[in-house]
Nanobody, 124 residues
């Protein structure tokens, strides 16, 4: 069974920092794009940042310069360093990964898997 396990959420004051981690495990042949999404109360889920296996990154405008996505391919882990946090960053953050697995019949199969989500609360 393949899965993503997140850690690092919590409560922080405005202007503070947090670092989220998301580790993939299971019978994974390879991981392509990994990303972080967030969903604030009463709002739709939005993509925060994404990173390819080669390290190319993409950010939503409101987090540029404050949040940094990175990954360690050897550890199958993606990180989100969050600095200068604002109350509007409060949300459940979930990681997402496009993975390649080998099925029981020996075929390759692409899957999109999600973490369970971790709550980040920024107090004013």
């Amino acid at each position: 069974q393949v899965q993503l396990v997140e850690s690092g959420g919590g409560l922080v004051q405005a202007g503070g920092s947090l670092r989220l981690s998301c580790a993939a495990s299971g019978s994974i042949f390879g991981i392509n794009v990994m990303g972080w999404y967030r969903q604030a109360p009463g709002k739709q889920r939005e993509l925060v940042a994404a990173i390819t296996r080669g390290g190319s990154t993409n950010y939503t405008g409101s987090v540029k310069g404050r949040l940094t996505i990175s990954r360690d391919n050897a550890k199958s882990t993606v990180y989100l360093q969050m600095n200068s946090l604002k109350p509007e960053d409060t949300a459940v953050y979930s990681c997402d990964a496009a993975v390649l697995v080998v099925t029981a019949t020996g075929r390759f199969r692409s899957l999109e898997i999600w973490g369970q989500g971790t709550l980040v609360t920024v107090s004013s």
